[in-house]
């Protein structure tokens, strides 16, 4: 008689495993916790705007496209830095124990990306330098709100298809909300799997969708 395990991979104790009720909270925090560089983008901009910068400097001959792409590989560069340090914070302390680091850094970078054409588009409404930041970090806080809804909608009769994941998916802070609640799940062996890992990830799913937004 031989006696053999199950074939599933061994349960491993980690944060997220002990937490699943800081699930939801823990998604709409990370958003919160990289809406620095939307405040500080618009700001700037609007400044620029206030003190006449910007206007003296396309008199003087600069394109506008080489002005907004400026602005554009600065915080492509600066979100990369701010993605690279939280992934490391969370790998490190145990926090997303079993993920791979890698996908959640694209996880992380994709959308601080797709928050600066929405920084772009704020700041020519926004005249007043010291309300245009918060009012910008607000409104992106208040786009990833409606994942609390889907995720305690989930199994009810309310719950969202999949193709209704994927079109709400086209709004940035959601669809980065939905791929951190995928990390959070798997991180905490859902159905078995140690973490997220490039086989285990859905092709269309909120990764893909968050790298779209970021173009």
């Not at 999949?162 to 802070?173: D, G, M």
Request: aromatic content about 12%.
């Amino acid at each position: 008689v031989e006696v053999e395990p199950l074939p599933r991979v061994a349960f491993q104790t980690n944060f997220a495993s002990t937490s699943l009720a800081l699930r939801s909270i823990f998604s709409i925090y990370m958003v919160l916790a990289l809406n620095s560089p939307v405040r500080w983008t618009v700001t700037f901009l609007v400044e620029e705007k206030e003190t006449k910068v910007k206007e003296g400097m396309l008199m003087m001959g600069l394109h506008p496209s080489v002005f907004w792409a400026c602005w554009g590989l600065t915080y492509v560069l600066v979100d990369a830095v701010i993605s690279l340090i939280v992934t490391i914070v969370m790998c490190a302390t145990g926090l997303l124990a079993q993920s791979s680091p890698l996908l959640v850094f694209i996880l992380l970078w994709s959308f601080c990306v797709s928050t600066i054409p929405f920084c772009f588009a704020m700041s020519t409404f926004i005249t007043n330098v010291r309300a245009g930041g918060p009012l910008a970090s607000m409104l992106v806080s208040l786009l990833s709100l409606p994942f609390m809804a889907v995720v305690n909608s989930q199994g009810t009769e309310g719950a969202l298809s999949s193709t209704e994941l994927w079109w709400s998916a086209l709004v940035s802070p959601l669809a980065f909300c939905l791929g951190m609640d995928s990390v959070w799940t798997f991180d905490a062996g859902y159905q078995g799997l140690e973490g997220m890992q490039f086989n285990t990830i859905d092709t269309p799913g909120p990764l893909g969708f968050s790298m779209l937004d970021s173009l």
